[in-house]
């Protein structure tokens, strides 16, 4: 399998082990399993619980975000792979202007069948006054765009933008959900610095690995490797403080990096009371692990001042 093939096969991945966890109970999402199949496999109780907090650490920031732009915002998901979060927050009433996920044509193309042939995701999408458009690999419908680009490519990715009517004044949070780790660092940093430079008001969100650099993180690196798929990025993924490092040698103000086992420490207690009693978990050692190789990053620039600053998990 060529390289390019394995980062996109990691989407079939992260989306199956969403669609357990989903099952199991740890969250509500009523969407992932119309965009994929059921799995075969049976994910042990750590798994679940990485990404429970994986998803609502993320889901608590895209929150908060929305309120405080009070829907006056956009969001753009980079390598959304089969993401449902447009969907969740559009019942929770959370809706920005604008909403576009970008991923390789390979990915977007499945996406956009999901979408085509499943009504619970298709009727979220109509609008009365805008028509639908779905092609082979795009689908553009009000405030939703599906669009196909490859992020390395600031051209591709900037001409995908205007034709979604991304409008650079306003505020726009940028998600990243296991996503930069696979991209050279080059081509991280232009990305991250053209966003800084054209969006004067912005927030982004990367969820990653990181604390690489030791014998846990080696064998991380070995699975992927196994899997012909590299991790490019691994370089900024050396520490907290690189993570924030590369976001502020870019031009943004601010950033703040946390490991997850912190950030799952600070979601709402009763949901973790509860999620913690879904299945018995035997090896908390290894869920520590787990937890301190991923964090989760966010850093701004707030030039309306809209409060982005008072933005945590
Ligand atoms: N963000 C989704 C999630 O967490 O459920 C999918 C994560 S998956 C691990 C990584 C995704 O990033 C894949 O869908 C892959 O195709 C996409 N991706 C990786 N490099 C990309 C690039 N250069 N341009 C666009 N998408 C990319």
Not at 38 to 57: D, F, L, Q
Not at 141 to 155: K, M, Q, T
Not at 189 to 204: A, E, R
Not at 208 to 234: P, S, T, Y
């Amino acid at each position: 399998m060529a390289c390019e093939d394995a980062i996109m096969a990691t989407n079939d991945d992260a989306a199956q082990c969403k669609r357990f966890a989903v099952e199991k109970g740890y969250w509500v999402d009523p969407y992932i399993s119309l965009l994929v199949p059921k799995g075969k496999s049976i994910h042990a109780p750590e798994i679940n619980r990485g990404y429970y907090a994986r998803v609502m650490g993320i889901r608590n920031l895209i929150q908060k975000f929305v309120e405080i732009t009070q829907k006056e915002c956009q969001i753009v998901s980079l390598g959304a792979g089969f993401d449902t979060t447009y969907w969740c927050l559009k019942d929770k009433g959370l809706n920005p202007k604008r909403y576009v996920e970008v991923d390789f044509p390979a990915v977007t193309s499945r996406k956009c069948q999901q979408i085509k042939s499943k009504k619970a995701l298709l009727d979220k999408l109509v609008t009365e006054d805008e028509d639908i458009m779905v092609s082979a690999y795009e689908v553009h419908a009000g405030d939703y765009h599906l669009v196909s680009a490859d992020i390395r490519n600031i051209e591709e990715f900037e001409a995908k933008l205007a034709a979604c009517g991304i409008d650079k004044s306003l505020a726009t949070l940028f998600i990243a959900e296991c996503v930069l780790v696979y991209i050279e660092t080059k081509f991280t940093n232009q990305l991250l610095k053209w966003i800084s430079q054209h969006f004067p008001t912005t927030m982004f969100i990367n969820y990653e690995q990181v604390n690489m650099g030791d014998k846990f993180g080696q064998v991380m690196m070995d699975n992927l490797k196994a899997r012909e798929c590299f991790l490019h990025g691994v370089s900024a993924c050396a520490s907290l403080e690189t993570q924030k490092a590369r976001f502020l040698s870019q031009g943004w103000t601010e950033a703040t990096a946390m490991e997850m086992i912190n950030v799952y420490k600070l979601l709402p207690h009763a949901d973790l009371h509860r999620i913690e009693r879904l299945e018995f978990l035997d090896e908390r050692e290894l869920l520590e692990q787990l937890y301190s190789h991923y964090c989760l990053v966010w850093a701004f620039q707030d030039g309306a001042g809209v409060g982005l600053q008072t933005i945590a998990v």
